[in-house]
């Protein structure tokens, strides 16, 4: 089975930058996609930032410019890279990958902006 790793997350001020990573491990051959979400208690989970296995992205509205989603494709890796964090950004990131066969999720790593 497949298992994803985040790590990255964290406590940081208004303004400040954070790195995610997530490392796919096990059965990680396959992936055509990577991607963040997040959530937090009460919201659904949305999506912050995906790529695919050739490189075309996709962001949410609300990080577009301040967020950019990159990848280690052969190290089963992607990253994303936050900057200018706001306080609305405070949620648990999730990390998914997506495969022909279905899609796996991470635990999740906290991120959480002070004002």
């Known amino acids: 089975q497949m298992q994803l790793v985040e790590s990255g997350g964290g406590l940081v001020q208004a303004g400040g930058s954070l790195r995610l990573s997530c490392k796919a491990s096990g059965r990680a051959s396959g992936i055509t996609a990577m991607a963040w979400y997040r959530q937090s208690p009460g919201n659904q989970r949305e999506l912050v930032a995906a790529?695919?296995?050739?490189?075309?992205?996709r962001y949410g509205d609300s990080v577009q410019g301040r967020f950019t989603i990159s990848q280690n494709s052969a190290r089963n890796m992607v990253y994303l890279q936050m900057n200018r964090l706001k306080p609305e950004d405070t949620d648990v990131y999730f990390c998914n990958a997506r495969t022909p066969w279905g899609q796996n999720w991470g635990q999740g790593t906290q991120v959480t902006v002070s004002s």
């Open positions: 790529i695919t296995s050739s490189g075309i992205t």
